[in-house]
């Protein structure tokens, strides 16, 4: 799901089909959106370890364990074949491990998920967007593993993947707690999709350089266009978040970060309430402007996941946050006359740089009740050996789920019955740029898996917030940000009229003790990276 977008976007809403959020996702995503398009670039890499990955040694029977895999989204009619041929794969390279997976519908995925977790289900890996609940919410709950030594005895090829640098945005004093998906260029979750198609079809201009010319804009294109009306895909998950990126660069503070829709951590290393802000409220003031002039669904609040999906998909809005991951055939479906270069990415005060703000956007973490957490390693010490363990995982059987249409690129075969990509997993949810295929997506979107030499590291791009100490509060802080705060953020009620009994209630859930535990953390993680 590919920060949204680059982000997937995409509290109540997860991930959309725009990358860079949620993930969400380039355009592979056969376990969760059904785009056929996949994408990246990157040299292929090389088996350097092995922990019995590609070894060619038959795994003996008796000491093969299974592991499950619980990852949003609807299973692919692919599945359980390219499934059976991966574990098959797996004992003929030795590795006494297979590997199965259970699909949560991601209306329900949070839901389903705590519940699982709250209960000790019988499960061992999972994924988390750190955009959308945070990997030290999940660790100040008891609900994830330290990996530390698993990754040392029996992850080389892991190790090798994923730099150092990307590894310490989920380490913490000492302790690993996830495999990052190292999927993406994070420093594009601050860019926006402009639809010129539409936007030029009507006779708009398409290229802005303010918030207001955005919404002026908008607000043409919605006169102009018959009904349904288009409209900007708004989701909730930024609220309690990040915040809507892209905005975020039209302020004289820009670079700064927020971090779980409450910890805003500015460049200076000084950490504040981001709902006390004046660029909460400019950004709130953006998105009442929109709501009150219909250009966001009204029922914003209350938006399933899947309906926020197919705003993105449908291509009904001039503009969204992040990357999309169409390809022409959804194009066809969906916006007849528009091509793959049709769409373009922008961004506002581009002379202000590009700075990576989290170096572990996604990532796959051990369930606390997982009996085989070396087993979880060794899967995916084995996935990142080579390209064919890679493919045969991530894209499926050659011939039957896709077709290699280059060295690096790939075309997905889709499902006669549905018209979905039969690519079984998603390359946002357990990818590496290292192996990615790119297939026939947007061309703009193309810049998600370009390195950027000219980005910077944010100065908490690998900082690791541990909630443990505040983790009452830090609920309490949340469950107001979901009842108040979002509200104002998304423009269905007056900022003047109701920011104050937001604050209050902040205030009373413990939003003091949070900042002052994200301020203490940071301090300490910006003098050990001093040394």
């Known amino acids: 799901?590919?920060?949204?977008?680059?982000?997937?976007?995409?509290?109540?809403?997860?991930?959309?089909?725009?990358?860079?959020?949620?993930?969400?996702?380039?355009?592979?995503?056969?376990?969760?959106?059904?785009?056929?398009?996949?994408?990246?670039?990157?040299?292929?890499?090389?088996?350097?370890?092995?922990?019995?990955?590609?070894?060619?040694?038959?795994?003996?029977?008796?000491?093969?364990?299974?592991?499950?895999?619980?990852?949003?989204?609807?299973?692919?009619?692919?599945?359980?074949?390219?499934?059976?041929?991966?574990?098959?794969?797996?004992?003929?390279?030795?590795?006494?491990?297979?590997?199965?997976?259970?699909?949560?519908?991601?209306?329900?995925?949070?839901?389903?998920?705590?519940?699982?977790?709250?209960?000790?289900?019988?499960?061992?890996?999972?994924?988390?967007?750190?955009?959308?609940?945070?990997?030290?919410?999940?660790?100040?709950?008891?609900?994830?593993?330290?990996?530390?030594?698993?990754?040392?005895?029996?992850?080389?090829?892991?190790?090798t993947a994923i730099s150092d640098d990307i590894f310490k945005a989920v380490t913490k004093d000492g302790k690993i707690y996830g495999i990052p998906a190292n999927w993406m260029e994070p420093a594009v979750v601050d860019l926006f999709t402009s639809n010129d198609y539409l936007l030029k079809k009507y006779d708009i201009n398409n290229k802005i350089n303010t918030p207001q010319e955005m919404l002026d804009a908008m607000e043409q294109l919605y006169n102009k266009a018959p009904a349904p009306k288009p409209q900007f895909p708004f989701t909730l998950s930024n609220v309690s978040s990040t915040g809507m990126d892209f905005l975020h660069r039209t302020f004289d503070s820009f670079p700064f970060d927020v971090r779980d829709g409450i910890a805003m951590i500015n460049n200076d290393g000084t950490v504040k309430n981001w709902v006390d802000s004046d660029e909460f409220k400019q950004e709130s003031a953006f998105f009442r402007q929109a709501y009150q002039k219909k250009l966001i669904n009204p029922d914003v609040l209350t938006l399933k996941?899947?309906?926020?999906?197919?705003?993105?998909?449908?291509?009904?809005?001039?503009?969204?946050?992040?990357?999309?991951?169409?390809?022409?055939?959804?194009?066809?479906?969906?916006?007849?006359?528009?091509?793959?270069?049709?769409?373009?990415?922008?961004?506002?005060?581009?002379?202000?740089?590009?700075?990576?703000?989290t170096n572990a956007k996604n990532l796959n973490v051990v369930a606390t009740n997982s009996k085989h957490p070396e087993a979880v390693i060794k899967f995916m010490n084995w996935l990142y050996a080579n390209q064919d363990n890679y493919d045969l995982f991530l894209y499926g059987i050659e011939g039957k789920t896709y077709k290699k249409t280059g060295d690096k690129s790939l075309e997905a075969i889709l499902d006669p019955k549905t018209n979905a990509a039969m690519l079984p997993n998603a390359d946002w949810m357990i990818g590496n740029l290292n192996y990615i295929r790119v297939g026939e997506i947007i061309t703009a979107t193309r810049k998600l898996y370009t390195p950027d030499p000219d980005a910077q590291n944010f100065i908490s791009s690998g900082f690791f917030f541990d909630a443990t100490p505040v983790k009452t509060e830090l609920g309490n802080v949340k469950a107001v940000i979901t009842s108040d705060v979002a509200p104002i953020y998304a423009g269905v009620v007056d900022f003047d009229s109701h920011i104050a009994q937001a604050q209050q209630k902040l205030k009373a859930a413990g939003v003091e003790k949070v900042i002052a535990e994200y301020q203490k953390q940071l301090d300490a993680y910006m003098a050990s990276a001093a040394k």
């Open 305 to 357: 996941q899947d309906q926020v999906q197919k705003e993105v998909t449908k291509m009904n809005w001039g503009f969204a946050m992040g990357t999309l991951a169409n390809s022409q055939a959804d194009i066809d479906k969906d916006l007849k006359g528009a091509t793959l270069v049709d769409f373009s990415l922008q961004e506002f005060n581009p002379e202000k740089g590009h700075y990576r703000f």
């Open 1 to 159: 799901m590919k920060r949204k977008s680059a982000y997937m976007l995409t509290a109540a809403v997860m991930s959309v089909a725009l990358l860079a959020g949620c993930g969400n996702n380039g355009g592979n995503n056969g376990g969760n959106t059904g785009n056929s398009g996949n994408a990246a670039n990157n040299g292929a890499g090389t088996n350097t370890g092995n922990a019995n990955a590609g070894s060619g040694n038959a795994a003996k029977q008796d000491d093969v364990v299974t592991i499950k895999y619980v990852i949003p989204g609807t299973e692919p009619s692919s599945w359980k074949e390219v499934r059976d041929a991966v574990n098959k794969k797996l004992l003929a390279d030795g590795v006494n491990v297979q590997i199965d997976e259970q699909f949560i519908d991601w209306a329900a995925w949070d839901q389903k998920l705590n519940l699982m977790l709250s209960t000790g289900a019988d499960f061992d890996m999972f994924q988390v967007m750190n955009d959308v609940v945070s990997l030290s919410n999940y660790i100040a709950r008891g609900a994830v593993k330290d990996i530390s030594a698993e990754l040392e005895q029996y992850g080389p090829n892991v190790k």
